[in-house]
């Protein structure tokens, strides 16, 4: 984790610029903002590189070397070519991504990206079986432990432990293999759809993440949590780490994907900010 002062300017742009506000002129007085300081910023992300874990069918991250050395003028320059899909590594599942009238990647609210979380931590019960499926009790569970509801407008981190097998594809995903018939042989944990439906019912929350390759556990096939989550605009953020580092609740998220027109999907760095 990385201890730092935060600068008002830069959170005010982060965790309050995202509401719209009007353009100021010289003559007017500028409007207040709240200063953060004292912060802990904690990564969620991974890099991207030729370890990064993508999804059996998706095309891999690569990276292209366009020039590093010193020019003939005297400097140093260097710079890449990247391509990648939308879905792999640390990245967010626009609603579109399961729902024809859903959000693209650019339209999604910065509200729903950035705000208040928590997380909900069922390792001890996917420790011995990467089929797990989180329940309405693994939901239930956490609020009597912590004594209350799943707080209105929350960003709701699910921490399976699978984060420690990365980015060891067996372990991880489950397999090695790629292409169409890999995707039989996925193993890992995820979000039931009962227990997604439980949350699009009862509690409002605005986003959530896991520390897996999926928010519908490795064995889907109808990826129906996805379907019930994404049709209600909730995005999802998947192949989440550090998520042991970060209490049960009372933290901050910043999830800012890359803004692609259209998107489905984008490679997505998200942190959370912890006091201290």
Same mark, same amino acid.
């Not at 970060?246 to 901050?252: A, I, Y």
């Given at each position: 984790?990385?201890?730092?002062?935060? &600068?008002?300017?830069?959170?005010? *742009?982060? *965790?309050?610029?995202?509401?719209?506000?009007?353009?100021?002129?010289?003559?007017?007085?500028?409007?207040?903002?709240?200063?953060? +300081? !004292?912060?802990?910023?904690? !990564?969620?992300?991974?890099?991207?590189?030729?370890?990064?874990?993508?999804?059996?069918?998706?095309?891999?991250?690569?990276?292209?070397?366009?020039?590093?050395?010193?020019?003939?003028?005297?400097?140093?320059?260097?710079?890449?070519?990247?391509?990648?899909?939308?879905?792999?590594?640390? #990245?967010?599942?626009?609603?579109?991504?399961?729902?024809? +009238?859903?959000?693209?990647?650019?339209?999604?609210?910065?509200?729903?990206?950035?705000?208040?979380?928590?997380? =909900?931590?069922?390792?001890?019960?996917?420790? !011995?079986?990467? !089929?797990?499926?989180? +329940?309405?009790?693994? @939901?239930?569970?956490?609020?009597?432990?912590?004594? #209350?509801?799943?707080?209105?407008?929350?960003?709701?981190? &699910? %921490?399976?432990?699978?984060?420690?097998?990365?980015?060891?594809?067996?372990?991880?995903?489950?397999? +090695?293999?790629?292409?169409?018939?890999?995707?039989?042989?996925?193993?890992?944990?995820? &979000?039931?759809?009962?227990?997604?439906?439980? @949350?699009?019912?009862?509690?409002? =929350?605005?986003?959530?993440?896991?520390?897996?390759?999926?928010?519908?556990?490795?064995?889907? %096939?109808?990826?129906?949590?996805?379907?019930?989550?994404?049709?209600?605009?909730?995005?999802?953020?998947? /192949?989440?780490?550090?998520?042991?580092?970060?209490? /049960?609740?009372?933290?901050?998220?910043?999830?800012?994907?890359?803004?692609?027109?259209?998107?489905?999907?984008?490679?997505?760095?998200?942190?959370?900010?912890?006091?201290?």
């Amino acid at each position: 984790m990385l201890k730092q002062t935060i &600068l008002g300017a830069f959170l005010s *742009l982060a *965790l309050i610029g995202c509401h719209q506000q009007t353009k100021t002129t010289e003559a007017e007085t500028p409007v207040e903002t709240q200063k953060l +300081t !004292d912060k802990t910023i904690v !990564d969620l992300s991974y890099e991207y590189s030729k370890e990064t874990v993508y999804w059996v069918t998706a095309k891999e991250f690569e990276l292209d070397t366009v020039f590093a050395g010193d020019t003939d003028k005297g400097f140093y320059y260097s710079a890449n070519n990247f391509s990648t899909a939308e879905h792999g590594g640390t #990245h967010i599942d626009a609603p579109i991504h399961f729902s024809k +009238t859903g959000q693209t990647v650019e339209e999604i609210p910065l509200e729903h990206l950035v705000g208040s979380a928590i997380k =909900i931590d069922v390792s001890k019960n996917a420790k !011995d079986n990467p !089929d797990y499926l989180i +329940t309405v009790e693994d @939901l239930t569970n956490w609020e009597n432990q912590i004594g #209350h509801q799943i707080p209105n407008g929350s960003i709701v981190l &699910l %921490q399976t432990g699978f984060a420690k097998y990365y980015p060891n594809k067996e372990k991880y995903l489950g397999t +090695t293999e790629r292409g169409d018939h890999a995707i039989a042989l996925l193993h890992f944990p995820g &979000l039931s759809p009962d227990a997604a439906q439980w @949350l699009v019912d009862n509690r409002n =929350i605005k986003g959530i993440g896991i520390d897996t390759p999926s928010i519908d556990y490795g064995q889907s %096939q109808w990826f129906k949590s996805h379907v019930i989550l994404l049709s209600k605009n909730i995005p999802a953020f998947e /192949n989440l780490t550090n998520l042991n580092q970060l209490p /049960n609740d009372g933290f901050e998220i910043i999830a800012l994907p890359m803004k692609i027109k259209g998107g489905t999907g984008a490679p997505l760095r998200i942190i959370a900010l912890l006091d201290n």
